[in-house]
C-alpha cells in the first residue's frame, strides 16, 4: 500500500492553516510533487474559503535532494464575511376587538 499526500485544513479566528504532508518519491510512490503557494491557494478557493492575505507561506516536493521539504504550512487570513443586517422585529397590530 503506497502513502498518499495528507492536506490538513484548519480554520481558527479568521486563520487558515493548510499543511501538506507527502511521501518521498522512490519505487512505490514514482510520482513527483511540488506543492507551491499558487496551488495551495486554487485548492483552497475551489473549497470556497475567500482568502484576503498570505500570512506563511513555502514549498514542499518529494525530490530525492538534500534538505528536501516533505511537510509544509500556509496561513491565510480570511476575507472577513459581512453579514446582512437583520430586520427589526415588530408586533403587528393586534385586530382584536375588546368588549368594554
Known amino acids: 500500500m503506497t502513502k498518499k499526500e495528507t492536506i490538513d485544513i484548519s480554520e ?3 486563520i ?3 499543511t501538506v504532508d507527502i511521501p518521498p518519491r522512490n519505487y512505490q ?3 513527483t510533487l511540488i506543492y507551491k503557494t499558487e496551488n495551495i491557494v486554487e485548492l483552497l478557493t475551489k473549497q470556497g ?3 484576503e492575505q498570505i500570512l506563511e507561506e ?3 516536493h518529494n525530490k ?3 534538505n528536501n521539504p516533505r511537510k509544509g504550512t500556509w496561513r491565510f487570513k480570511l476575507e472577513e ?3 446582512a443586517p437583520s430586520k ?3 408586533k403587528k397590530p393586534s385586530t382584536k376587538t375588546t368588549k368594554e
Open 12 to 14: 481558527n479566528n479568521g
Open 16 to 18: 487558515l492553516s493548510c
Open 29 to 31: 510512490f514514482p510520482r
Open 49 to 51: 474559503y475567500k482568502l
Open 58 to 60: 513555502t514549498m514542499v
Open 64 to 66: 530525492s535532494t538534500k
Open 81 to 83: 464575511t459581512k453579514k
Open 88 to 90: 427589526a422585529r415588530t
